[in-house]
């Protein structure tokens, strides 16, 4: 196996309007597992569909080690690409029964046998399904059938699997099994996992790495620590995490981590001078009894605390966790015990 | 390392030009050629001649009252049953709505068969019940009101499917605002629903005259014993006196039908196109109004519409080929099964005819279906420009009237096939091109709703899994668009089965289908005869539909015609 590369990859449709994929270069290393993050439109499963050879790049390339797989000129068809995928729709057979489905692959490789009904029998005991073999897709419950689309991307042991938010159409309770069940997967298999989504939370549970896709660029790679801890631009900020974005005059500031000392020295002076946008995370804002005043505009009970939105002097909204209750209206004082300048 | 150029796409090379090939062959070259036919004799000054003989204006004349009281007809029957059974709580729809439409799926020469059998002085059903008129009254169907009735009664489905597929697309919930807005019942249908449905009204009116001009069954049986043509049954006799002149004056008189069914045509689609509001709201359940005291008298009313329109002229049908001979009253004495031992194992004209066309109808169905579901894959399939402009010439043969496309493949294949010099007209091989060109459509279209259906990743999976194109076709996508495969088979071989126009063009001796067969023996005044080979027909159209209708639920929306 080897190391996935977009190198330059761009997409445009024929429809016109700007590029759905505009200059995309990301390395995957082998083993990796990578989540695409975007909102919808971003392009990230036109750059999925064009790993899996279902959509030509306009521009760029896409390489398996040093094997070309798609240009603008050429590629390899889909068929020839020793891929697996997991769709959205699961994309099951409605014909064939569980095992059927799970063993086409091998079928069309010419695997038969004692052989195929091996195969079969592992990687649907990999997904906790081999009382289900001879079912049809249709009786089986959304976690069931995402099971089985996952043991036949399991079965031929492909160099990249691909996973196109397989998410998004289970309930709250199996996604978190699912999620579990992919890890497993990733971690048995040891094969180059893809996963697109929209759901930050779901990227950092489950890549090693995470791509920020927004309009077609690509803004951001990173592990999910250090996105999270070191976003880059307002997209990505906005994006991965909870917070609130302020205009604050920071841009002259040589560190990106900014304290409360150097907070308070900056808003001290404020002349409206080169305005940076800045990301205060909410476990970072203290209620207390000094600091800025602020107002808060709205309280949501969560449970285990209460999440504020307190309007500041400036008219600049911040999000904070408050243990003790709190009303609307309320006028509080705020320590800012981390920032950071995106 | 395995490359290829397709772009993504899912279709192999060859596929585009395997679709223009089909397309080329079964739509562009015969209405092409009928075009240059048709403009060359326009002016090399044949036209000229043929244009102020009084004959073919008298023609386009009768042709368009004909079409028109026809239309008018069938937008009565057919709008009235598609308003009772749809809006209002009448029992029995499901019956009901089944047998209005069998009409459309009778071929019209039987349909004609059956009327002249229950009317006229020597109806057996009448002379039974002692009621008919005395002998050497004139048969009153023998008319330009009787052609125009039929037509009615024959279209009227057309009108019935299109008005109830608006309708059914009316949104309830704009129905319930009305009613929450204080409207009446009356008012809700004359404010909210009449208006909303008026595209469904002029769309199938504009069809049933489409098909009205085309007919030619109708009009043969019924205008030529009383020297009333029509523009079809008009050519059908120049071929009949066949001279020098015969293929400049036919292409023109096609063209003629092929311009009034375009009008037509044009007039459906720019009606429907501003149909946009049926996506809003909640759609596909349909207000209902009690009709409360009156609905006994709705009931009656429909049922007696079904008992005059199919019940009578069926019986009168069934009496007719049950007497003796023609004329001789029908009694339980007197009462045959002669006739139907005769064409079933007598007559060799008969026996040839059913095995001719279930042969070519057979072969058709399934030929095309290969041809459909390729075609139809490429169709949906593809991102190219070209797909919605070949999908439309896919569709004109079987928009167009058959004596239009039997005239142009006449002209096609008059002289020998060039290359390999062999001559099909005359064959049965003429006929088995003019089916294949017209019926594509009929083929075309569940195979199209099917594939459209058809989540496009259960494919893409199939590609990852390394399946090709052959065998992702095998492994996947026939098995899954196999009930609407199914469906087009039984369509095409039903539709086939009935047709009389273009075999009746296109036959010579020996290659008489079940249509010329019927048409013959009844011009040869055989009536029993007819009737016989008539009910048979019908008998096998029901059982057909009633297999269509077992499979309705397994099959795409709109893939069974009389369905909506």
């Not at chain 1, 249709?138 to 069931?144: E, I, K, N």
């Not at chain 2, 009768?62 to 029992?91: E, K, P, Y």
């Not at chain 2, 015969?246 to 149909?275: C, K, M, N």
Request: with cysteine; net charge neutral; glycine share 8%.
């Amino acid at each position: 196996m080897a190391k996935l590369i977009l190198n330059r990859l761009s997409k445009a449709f024929e429809t016109g309007g700007r590029p759905a994929v505009n200059d995309v270069s990301l390395e995957v290393r082998d083993g990796g597992f990578l989540a695409l993050l975007g909102p919808s439109g971003c392009g990230k499963t036109t750059v999925l569909r064009m790993i899996a050879g279902f959509e030509q790049p306009t521009d760029g390339s896409i390489l398996l080690g040093d094997r070309v797989l798609a240009d603008a000129s050429e590629m390899v068809a889909p068929e020839h690409r020793n891929m697996a995928m997991v769709f959205q729709s699961y994309a099951l057979w409605p014909h064939m029964s569980v095992a059927d489905n799970v063993g086409y692959p091998l079928k069309v490789r010419g695997v038969s046998g004692q052989k195929r009904e091996t195969k079969i029998r592992e990687a649907l005991n990999a997904v906790r399904l081999e009382a289900y073999a001879d079912r049809r897709p249709a009786d089986l419950s959304g976690g069931q059938r995402q099971r089985v689309a996952l043991a036949r991307c399991l079965v031929t042991e492909p160099d990249v699997v691909l996973l196109d938010e397989p998410l998004a159409n289970l309930d709250r309770h199996l996604r978190q099994e699912m999620e579990e069940t992919f890890r497993e997967f990733h971690a048995r298999s040891g094969a180059t996992m893809i996963y697109v989504t929209h759901d930050q939370a779901e990227a950092m549970a489950l890549a090693t790495d995470v791509a920020v896709m927004s309009e077609g660029k690509l803004l951001q790679v990173a592990s999910p620590q250090e996105i999270y801890a070191r976003p880059e631009g307002r997209l990505v900020g906005g994006l991965v995490g909870q917070g609130a974005i302020l205009k604050w005059p920071a841009a002259s500031l040589q560190n990106r981590l900014i304290d409360w000392q150097a907070l308070q020295g900056l808003l001290s002076h404020r002349d409206g001078q080169d305005c940076a946008d800045i990301l205060v995370r909410p476990q970072d804002v203290e209620i207390s009894g000094e600091g800025m005043a602020a107002t808060v505009t709205s309280v949501l009970f969560e449970g285990e605390r209460y999440a504020l939105k307190l309007a500041l002097g400036d008219d600049q909204t911040l999000r904070a966790f408050s243990r003790l209750p709190v009303q609307v209206g309320d006028r509080v004082s705020v320590v800012i015990r981390s920032a950071w300048r995106l | 390392m395995f490359r290829s150029q397709n772009r993504g796409n899912s279709q192999p090379r060859w596929l585009f030009s395997f679709v223009i090939v089909v397309i080329f062959f079964l739509s562009v070259l015969p209405l092409g050629r009928l075009a240059m036919t048709g403009f060359s004799s326009l002016f090399d000054g044949g036209a000229r001649e043929l244009l102020s003989d009084p004959a073919v204006w008298q023609a386009v004349y009768d042709t368009l009252t004909t079409s028109f009281l026809g239309m008018i007809a069938a937008v009565i029957l057919g709008g009235g049953f598609a308003l009772l059974l749809t809006l209002f709580d009448v029992r029995g729809k499901t019956a009901l709505g089944f047998l209005f439409m069998l009409p459309t799926m009778i071929p019209p020469q039987v349909t004609a068969l059956s009327w002249i059998g229950m009317t006229g002085p020597s109806s057996a059903l009448l002379k039974a019940i002692g009621m008919a008129p005395p002998l050497g009254s004139p048969q009153p169907l023998y008319s330009i009101g009787g052609i125009a009735l039929l037509y009615g009664v024959q279209n009227a489905p057309l009108v019935f499917l299109s008005l109830r597929a608006g309708l059914l697309a009316l949104p309830r919930d704009g129905v319930e605002a009305a009613r929450l807005s204080g409207a009446s019942s009356w008012q809700v249908l004359k404010d909210i629903i009449l208006p909303l449905s008026l595209p469904g009204f002029v769309a199938g009116a504009a069809i049933a005259f489409v098909s009205c001009v085309g007919n030619f069954g109708i009009p043969a049986i019924l205008g030529i014993p009383a020297s009333i043509y029509t523009l079809p049954t008009l050519i059908y006799s120049k071929f009949a006196a066949f001279g020098p002149g015969t293929f400049a004056d036919v292409s023109l008189l096609s063209g003629l039908i092929a311009i009034l069914s375009v009008i037509g045509l044009t007039v459906e689609e720019r009606v429907l196109r501003g149909r946009d509001y049926r996506v809003i709201g909640l759609s596909g359940q349909v207000a209902m109004f009690r009709l409360g005291n009156w609905r006994a008298l709705g009931e009656l009313v429909l049922w007696l519409a079904i008992f005059i329109t199919l019940v009578m002229p069926l019986t009168a049908l069934i009496a007719s080929s049950l007497a003796p001979a023609y004329g001789v009253p029908l009694t339980p004495a007197t009462a045959t099964l002669d006739a139907y031992r005769e064409v079933l194992f007598k007559q060799t004209i008969t026996r040839t005819a059913f095995f001719n066309s279930v042969t070519l109808s057979l072969t058709t169905a399934i030929g095309l279906l290969v041809v459909t579901v390729l075609t139809g894959y490429y169709l949906v399939r593809s991102k190219s420009r070209l797909a919605p402009v070949l999908s439309a010439l896919a569709e004109i043969p079987y928009a167009l009237p058959g004596i239009v496309l039997a005239v142009a493949l006449i002209l096609v294949f008059a002289a020998p096939i060039p290359i390999i010099g062999i001559s099909i007209y005359g064959t049965i091989w003429i006929i088995l091109v003019a089916y294949f060109s017209s019926f594509f459509a009929v083929s075309l279209k569940p195979v199209v709703s099917a594939f459209r259906q058809l989540d496009p990743s259960l494919e893409e999976a199939a590609r990852l899994s390394g399946a090709g194109f052959g065998r992702r076709l095998i492994d996947i996508v026939v098995p899954l668009v196999a009930p609407a495969a199914g469906a087009s088979v039984i369509l095409v071989f039903l539709i086939a089965c009935n047709e009389l126009t273009v075999s009746a063009i296109l036959w010579s001796a020996g290659t008489q289908t079940l249509g010329v067969a019927i048409y013959n023996l009844d011009d040869s005044g055989s009536f029993n005869l007819a009737a016989a080979l008539s009910v048979l027909v019908v008998i096998m159209v029901i059982a057909m539909m009633l297999v269509l209708e077992l499979m309705a639920k397994r099959l795409p929306k709109g893939v069974v015609p009389w369905r909506s």
